[in-house]
């Protein structure tokens, strides 16, 4: 049933306040859902933090929606899931690949809409969408919000069960969100912008079918995705997803919707294009916008620990060097990422757009915790627009064909400037 054919009734109100702990929103709030929900963090032995999983809303304009899916890293085998947290355990200067708890708070959202930088999360009035009602999902089960399983793995004779369950969280907010607008005004929002950073950048993508089949046709809607490239191995896809019901280490296949599962089950070398592509066919009155540096430090180093996982040279003590992952960047992430952002500009003209800074930073649309170097109202080396306008013209502009920023922009020929002496 989609948003705008429900009825407002007094009793629902009563029945959802009681189901979910929430109140009126004025600032960001956290919401938890129900305690029956499979909705969860990936549960480490002795962080008690990894338990529970939450999310935040702050509440605007009701007719206009942000969706934003946090990041922080992923892991997919015994080494990545349970070797990098005892590397970190035992240094602290050794960063494990994912992040098992919920590491944004209240406090640290309202201190991010107050400040000037803080993105597309801010309140000042550049901001695309300071009015908008926003909602933040928490990154916490290693499995770029995709998983509905719990896994076993075995690291140096210590087995350790990882909650996988990014796709149930997912479906818990947005359960929570059906909910809010069917008692809160009676109808779908107007607009809809879907985005994510990093693994939420993934989430954003695949999630947004579910998303759509929510609204009406008269919902605009939009997809944002920054710094998520999807340029991996075939092993990685192997472990990670497998290729049918009951495999892979994420157990996501079934949370997958069926148009991009093609994407993950063939040659990793296609799947840049392949997820994107599909989206953008399948969904052609949506505008989907795709943003990274063009020599993204972060996506460098996972596809250099993906390559060490799939040979079995990675070890979780003793991680890719700078100049490794500067290497991966260079001749291996860069040009797949922007062969495939190319691409699918030829493919798909009328409803994609890609912007590619200039150096290594990971993360343009926020300030927030795992991602301080957001830059989204200073960048401006994508052929020399501001990123800023690019997205404000991507959701505000009705016409892309004439006097509009929402191009492909791209950094060429500077791209390595940021990291010349």
Not at 196 to 220: E, K, R
Not at 316 to 343: G, K, V, Y
Request: glycine fraction near 8%; aromatic fraction near 12%.
């Amino acid at each position: 049933m989609k948003l705008n054919e429900m009825v407002v009734k007094g009793l629902l109100v009563g029945l959802v306040m009681l189901c979910w702990s929430t109140t009126l929103l004025a600032n960001w709030e956290k919401i938890q859902p129900p305690v029956d929900s499979d909705a969860r963090c990936a549960g480490i032995p002795n962080v008690p933090e990894s338990e529970k999983f939450y999310f935040f809303v702050e509440e605007g304009d009701l007719t206009k929606l942000l969706v934003f899916f946090d990041g922080g890293g992923a892991c997919w085998d015994a080494r990545t899931c349970v070797g990098s947290l005892a590397a970190f355990n035992a240094d602290p200067h050794l960063p494990p690949t994912y992040t098992p708890i919920v590491d944004e708070t209240t406090d640290a959202l309202n201190d991010h809409s107050q400040d000037s930088e803080a993105g597309i999360l801010s309140g000042r009035a550049d901001n695309p969408f300071a009015d908008y009602t926003k909602v933040f999902v928490p990154y916490c089960t290693g499995d770029v919000h995709l998983g509905s399983g719990e896994t076993t793995y075995n690291f140096g004779g210590v087995e350790q069960i990882v909650a996988h369950r990014g796709a149930d969280n997912v479906h818990a907010v947005l359960d929570w969100l059906y909910d809010f607008y069917t008692t809160r005004i009676g109808k779908a929002p107007d607009e809809v912008v879907v985005s994510g950073v990093s693994a939420g950048g993934y989430a954003a993508m695949v999630h947004f079918p579910a998303i759509q089949s929510m609204l009406p046709a008269s919902t605009d809607t939009f997809v944002l995705t920054d710094s998520a490239n999807a340029v991996v191995t075939d092993g990685f896809l192997d472990l990670a997803f497998g290729s049918g019901p009951g495999e892979g280490n994420w157990h996501a296949w079934d949370a997958i919707p069926d148009l991009i599962k093609p994407a993950l089950e063939g040659n990793a070398e296609e799947t840049p294009f392949a997820l994107v592509n599909a989206l953008t066919q399948a969904y052609q009155g949506t505008r989907f916008g795709q943003m990274t540096a063009a020599f993204d430090a972060i996506q460098s180093k996972f596809l250099t620990v993906m390559q060490g996982v799939d040979d079995g040279t990675y070890d979780p003590f003793d991680p890719p060097t700078e100049a490794e992952i500067l290497a991966t960047a260079l001749f291996e992430w860069s040009p797949r990422a922007r062969f495939s952002m190319n691409l699918l500009a030829l493919s798909t003209p009328w409803n994609f757009r890609y912007y590619l800074a200039a150096g290594t930073n990971h993360g343009q649309l926020v300030t927030a915790q795992g991602f301080p170097s957001g830059n989204f109202f200073s960048e401006n080396s994508g052929g020399n627009v501001a990123l800023r306008d690019w997205v404000d013209d991507m959701v505000n502009r009705k016409s892309v064909w004439w006097n509009t920023d929402w191009r492909n922009r791209r950094c060429t020929p500077n791209c390595l400037e940021p990291l010349l002496p």
